[in-house]
């Protein structure tokens, strides 16, 4: 049965209210680079995008910490404040990852999307999902279980999707430099998906807690 935190005070739900928020931003920037990925170079503008969301991803992470401390009183109960750091962290890589693949295919002067890019892009998107919906939960008191459970099938996915794009890079004799730039850029895929799977182990460990 989901449960709350026991006698939430102000500064919890000040918490769990700013990483609600921070999933929102996770899910804006997760869509903006799926849409840059897919239609590279054509939507190389959303770059600035995925700038303005890891800029407000750093925002929302540093007023985490600050509401986590809540002028230096202990903590007790509740949202622990080594949980709130895991997961303010994990969060914040999230976007970072999404970021530097933005930022690594502007580096590179990519030329064209790869198929592959695209597919690891629309696992992302999902994980970014499921990350909204579960830290709506932890505020709510909502049960975050099935969101959890699809994080872990995604980020399976995206390990196969990952191995395939790899695999595609090693055939038709490639240019051994376009198999460097792209494999950087899917490596980068890769570890935002891995953060988001981070997040949903920090959310287990806060639900085992709450019962």
């Known amino acids: 049965m989901p449960m709350a935190f026991p006698g939430r005070r102000a500064d919890d739900r000040a918490v769990l209210e700013l990483l609600e928020e921070s999933g929102r931003n996770v899910q804006r920037a997760t869509l903006v680079l799926h849409d840059l990925v897919k239609d590279y170079p054509e939507r190389a503008d959303l770059?600035?995008?995925?700038?303005?969301?890891?800029?407000?991803?750093d925002r929302i992470t540093h007023d985490v910490i600050h509401a986590l401390h809540g002028g230096g009183r202990r903590r007790r109960g509740g949202l622990q404040t080594a949980d709130g750091h895991a997961l303010a962290s994990a969060l914040d890589d999230i976007v970072d990852f999404a970021e530097q693949t933005s930022d690594t295919m502007s580096i590179y002067h990519i030329e064209a999307p790869m198929e592959q890019a695209t597919a690891l892009a629309d696992v992302l998107v999902g994980a970014g999902e499921q990350v909204a919906r579960a830290l709506r939960g932890l505020r709510t008191g909502a049960d975050m279980a099935p969101h959890l459970v699809e994080?872990?099938?995604?980020?399976?996915?995206?390990?196969?999707?990952?191995r395939d794009a790899v695999a595609s890079l090693f055939v038709n004799g490639i240019d051994p430099m376009v198999v460097i730039r792209w494999k950087d850029i899917f490596n980068s895929l890769e570890a935002s998906v891995d953060a988001c799977e981070t997040v949903a182990h920090v959310l287990e460990g806060i639900s085992l807690k709450r019962h």
């Open 47 to 57: 770059a600035r995008d995925m700038l303005l969301c890891e800029q407000e991803g």
């Open 151 to 162: 994080i872990h099938r995604l980020e399976n996915e995206g390990d196969r999707v990952m």
